[in-house]
């Protein structure tokens, strides 16, 4: 049973760094797409950055220089590492996962919580 577990967040004031962690039961190669997702209350969960088999990472306008995604096959671990974070960053994070390339996750997190506080 696939599962994927999330850790790193926190409280961080505007302008500090959070990395976000998610690990993975089984390895990560049998993955298509990872991915963190955001959420805030009342909001649907948003892509904020993602891997996909063989291509660049992609993130989202707002995160653009700030975010950076990264994966360790052989701890079957990936990373979100957030700078310069802003009040607007705050919500619950989710890894994600799916088999296929285009498809919508197949395996979710439980997800961490950020609040950033200005």
């Known amino acids: 049973q696939v599962r994927l577990v999330e850790s790193g967040g926190g409280l961080v004031q505007v302008g500090g760094s959070l990395t976000l962690s998610c690990t993975v039961s089984?390895?990560?190669?049998?993955?298509?797409?990872m991915g963190w997702y955001r959420q805030v209350p009342g909001k649907e969960r948003d892509l904020v950055a993602r891997?996909?088999?063989?291509?660049?990472?992609y993130y989202v306008d707002s995160v653009k220089g700030r975010f950076t995604i990264s994966r360790v096959y052989r701890n079957n671990i990936m990373y979100l590492q957030m700078n310069s974070l802003k009040p607007e960053d705050t919500g619950m994070y989710y890894c994600?996962?799916?088999?296929?390339?285009?498809?919508?996750?197949?395996?979710w997190g439980q997800g961490t919580q950020v609040n950033v506080s200005s």
């Open positions: 994600a996962a799916a088999r296929t390339d285009y498809g919508s996750p197949d395996y």
């Open positions: 089984g390895s990560i190669f049998s993955f298509n797409q």
């Open positions: 891997f996909r088999t063989g291509g660049i990472p």
